[in-house]
Every structure is written in structure tokens, then in C-alpha cells.
């Protein structure tokens, strides 16, 4: 929003604006043995969002760590408008995230897991990060501590635009 002397700025063209960070858990706790089984990790419940506006959800700092070497875990962001996120929500755009190699003999770091919610109607929102091991043998976990936050954000960023580019 580009704003020159004179102009007059109205209260709906400042409410119109991106908000930024409208919300935010950080865990501090581990949780480990899963398998097969899609397992919540982090939940924000109640997020106000707005018609024909776009949510960045990310997921910072997600540490995996795992029983046996072979085990992968894979990380996922999902979503509703319609009560608690669970493992069966929706998916977010972008939502999706593997570990990418082990720091030492049990933990990965993975880079963070950014998925985008397209919010159709104005409420509430709710965004679950979620893990279930990919491939392998043994169980799969999240690590966090007080000194390892694993943290979740929620952005607004902006209206929501149509897909613009093309696959080459």
C-alpha cells in the first residue's frame, strides 16, 4: 500500500493489511515410540481468520529422532475450519516435510515445515503438526526441550492469490 501527502487513509484500507504472526505454541517436551501411526505433535486451536486471505503455518524447529538409523519420519501440517485439526484434516499446500539426515546417532534436524492454508470463509482455524514414520523398522519421535522449542506459527499473509507460475 503505497500512501502520497493528501492522501486520506481509512480505517478499512489499515484493517485490509496482512496482520503478521497471529499465533504461536512452542512445545518442550519429546514424544517418541510411534510407527505407523499418524501421531499429533502440536496443536493451535481458534486461530481468527478472514475470507480471500492466505495463512502461512510453520513449523519451526522440528528435531526427529528415531530407534534404529532406518527409520524416517515424516512430518505433516493439517488443518480445519470444522472443530479440532486431527490426523485425518486436511493436508496444508506445501504441508510436508522428511527428515534430512542425522546430527548424531539418533537425532535429525530437519529444515522447517511450511504449509499454507487458503481460508474460503471467515472463522476459526485449526492447524495440527503431525509425524508417523515413513520408512524402516523401528519407532520414530519428536525431540524438544526448554533450550529446543519446537515451535508452530500462524501468519496471515496476505489475500490469497491464484497459482501463477507453470511447471517446466
Not at 519451526?60 to 485439526?85: D, E, F, K, V
Amino acid at each position: 500500500m503505497t500512501v502520497y501527502g493528501g492522501d486520506i487513509i481509512y480505517a478499512a484500507d489499515l484493517n485490509a493489511l496482512p496482520q503478521g504472526t497471529i499465533a504461536r505454541y512452542a512445545r518442550t517436551t519429546s514424544s517418541t515410540g510411534v510407527t505407523t501411526t499418524e501421531t499429533g505433535y502440536i496443536r493451535i486451536d481458534n486461530v481468527a481468520v478472514r475470507a480471500g486471505y492466505s495463512y502461512r503455518v510453520t513449523w519451526h524447529n522440528p528435531i526427529s529422532n528415531w530407534a534404529t538409523s532406518a527409520s524416517t519420519p515424516s512430518l505433516r501440517i493439517r488443518g480445519t475450519q470444522s472443530g479440532t485439526a486431527g490426523t485425518g484434516s486436511t493436508q496444508l499446500r506445501g504441508g510436508f516435510g522428511r527428515s534430512v539426515g542425522a546430527s548424531d546417532a539418533n537425532n535429525g534436524p530437519v529444515a522447517p515445515v511450511i504449509g499454507i492454508w487458503e481460508c474460503t470463509s471467515s472463522g476459526t482455524l485449526s492447524v495440527l503438526a503431525t509425524f508417523v514414520r515413513a520408512s524402516g523398522t523401528g519407532t520414530v519421535g519428536m525431540f524438544a526441550s526448554g533450550a529446543a522449542e519446537s515451535l508452530m506459527t500462524v501468519e496471515e499473509v496476505g489475500l490469497t492469490q491464484a497459482d501463477s507460475g507453470t511447471s517446466v
